[in-house]
C-alpha cells in the first residue's frame, strides 16, 4: 500500500501538441498502473444506483464514478494549459483520449509522411568518428521506435545490419 501512494506522486507526462506518440505510451502506462486504463478503453457508463441499494451496489456505484473522474482528471493535467481549454468541456475519459489522439497524432496522411521522414532520417545516419557504438545504436534504435510507434513494423534486424555496416573495422 505505502508504494501505491508513493507512486501516485511520480510526475505525469505532459503534451503540448508535440510527440503524440511517446506521450501516449507514458499516458497508457501510468494510468495501468494506476488501475484506471480500463475506463478509457471501455468508456463505461455510470448509472444511477437503484432504489434501495445493497451497500455492494452503492461501493460498486462509487468506485465506478471515482475512478471514471481519477481517469478524466489525469489526462486533464497530462496536457498543457493550451490543450486544456479544448479538451475541458468533455465529459468522459475516452473523448478526451480520443480527441487528443484525432488532434495530436494527426490524420493518416501525416502519420504517413511522419514515417517517410523517420525513414530517411534512419538511411541518411553515418556513424560520426568521435561516436561511440552505443551512441550511434542508440540514435538507430530511437528512430526504429519512433517508427513502430506510428503502427508501422520495422524489423530490428535492420538496424543491426545498419551498424555492421556503418561500424568502423578495427
Known amino acids: 500500500m505505502e508504494g501505491e501512494a508513493s507512486f501516485s506522486h511520480i510526475t505525469l507526462p505532459v503534451i503540448d501538441g508535440e510527440n503524440y506518440d511517446l506521450w501516449e505510451v507514458k499516458m497508457q502506462s501510468y494510468m495501468e498502473s494506476l488501475d484506471m486504463w480500463d475506463v478509457v ?41 493550451m490543450i486544456f481549454t479544448r479538451i475541458m468541456t468533455l465529459k468522459t475519459p475516452k473523448t478526451i483520449w480520443d480527441y487528443l489522439k484525432e ?49 508501422i513494423d520495422f524489423a530490428d534486424s535492420r538496424i543491426e545490419e545498419k551498424i555492421l555496416v556503418m561500424v568502423p573495422e578495427v
Request: hydrophobic letters at 30%.
Open 41 to 81: 478503453e471501455e468508456d463505461y457508463e455510470v448509472y444511477s444506483r437503484p432504489e434501495n441499494p445493497t451497500m455492494a451496489q452503492i461501493k460498486n456505484h462509487k468506485e465506478r464514478k471515482m475512478k471514471k473522474a481519477k481517469a478524466r482528471s489525469c489526462l486533464f493535467v497530462g496536457v498543457s494549459q
Open 103 to 151: 488532434e495530436c497524432a494527426g490524420d493518416d496522411r501525416i502519420r504517413s509522411m511522419q514515417v517517410l521522414n523517420l525513414r530517411r532520417e534512419f538511411e541518411l545516419q553515418r556513424m560520426k568518428e568521435s561516436e561511440t557504438i552505443k551512441e550511434y545504436s542508440n540514435k538507430l534504435l530511437g528512430i526504429g521506435n519512433k517508427i513502430k510507434l506510428l503502427g
